[in-house]
């Protein structure tokens, strides 16, 4: 049996502790803190929060660990996130027109079955945009690991087998969040979901996006102006039909229905998450269970408490 535990913010009140027990989880643990990037395993505040064990698996350090003993990998790995930037840059130039094109329409008045019209094939257009993205991106990491299979190469290797080891002495995997991008790299690049067989998961924040089918960046108001939420690139992809929004209420324009009801059709079927303090979604072979108050971004506008299937 899987189970798949997605948390939201920890701060500035902890529910790891009280999900954990809820489902019966109790330590060891094992943690991925890549996210935290040069604090990773900080891990003191996480253990006496669970009174157990939390052991880190550095997969940051590991990472710089793997490309100063291999230059080619890193090299090559390099090559490839330069690649990965200038593909999302293009994107993100093709992404503002998409999205202006579609909001001015919804503002737009005029007779309602062409506006209905429209409007349809401008979404459409802007979620073929989406996975056109997606697609390209994934070929590029298919790539790559078909051309240089890094999981062979011997330092790689090493630190698989070791990481392998560890997980499966310990009752749980924790991943916590941080630099979502970052996070996703090294979870992939240490093929973490290939490791974890039925082991628990719990995840909180960057963790939690990092789960889902394909990570979306998203901040309505962020520090340098408006900004449009874009795919970044798939995820673990062990839970399906959500797109998880960590910070929900301070990082989206909630109160703006035009923006809501966008973000919800645009990766429609999948939920839109809004991933609070205090929220609990566990999935267990498929099946979800939500403690508390789970709310996702509706068609209409709204934000509404989710009936789960």
């Given amino acids: 049996m899987s189970t798949v535990i997605l948390l939201g913010p920890q701060q500035p009140a902890p529910s790891l502790g009280p999900a954990l027990r809820s489902c019966g989880v109790e330590g060891p643990f094992t943690a991925v803190t890549a996210g935290w990037q040069e604090r990773e395993g900080e891990t003191g505040d996480l253990e006496a929060h669970l009174s157990a064990e939390v052991l880190d698996l ?20 390099r090559e ?18 998409a999205l202006a094109a579609l909001r001015e329409l919804m503002a737009a008045t005029g007779a309602p079955e062409l506006l209905a019209q429209a409007r349809a094939g401008a979404l459409a257009a802007l979620r073929t945009l989406d996975r056109q993205h997606l697609r390209e991106v994934r070929k590029r990491h298919a790539e790559f690991d078909a051309h240089w299979q890094p999981a062979t190469r011997g330092a790689l290797a090493e630190h698989i ?6 997980i499966r002495n310990r009752a749980a995997l924790l991943i916590a969040g941080g630099h979502v991008a970052i996070l996703v790299n090294r979870l992939r690049l240490f ?8 082991r628990p998961v719990v995840a909180w924040s ?18 340098q102006g408006p900004g449009d939420p874009e795919v970044l690139v798939h995820g673990l992809g062990l839970v399906e039909g959500i797109v998880p929004l960590p910070h929900a209420r301070r990082r989206l324009a909630l109160d703006d229905p035009v923006r809501v009801r966008l973000l919800a059709a645009r990766f429609a079927p999948a939920r839109c998450l809004a991933l609070e303090p205090g929220t609990l979604l566990q999935v267990t072979d498929g099946a979800w269970q939500a403690v508390g108050r789970l709310r996702a971004l509706a068609e209409d506008g709204s934000v509404a408490e989710v009936a789960l299937p």
Wanted: charged share 30%; glycine share 8%.
């Fill in 191 to 198: 093929g973490i979901g290939e490791l974890l067989g039925t």
């Fill in 206 to 223: 960057a963790g939690a996006m990092a789960l889902a089918e394909r990570v979306v960046l998203f901040h309505d108001h962020p520090p």
């Fill in 161 to 166: 087998e070791e990481i392998a080891g560890l």
């Fill in 80 to 97: 490839r996130q330069v690649r990965l930037k200038e593909l999302q840059r293009l994107y993100r130039v093709r992404l503002a027109h």
């Fill in 58 to 77: 550095g997969l940051y350090h590991r990472a710089e660990d793997v490309f100063r003993r291999d230059r080619l990998l890193a090299l090559a790995y």
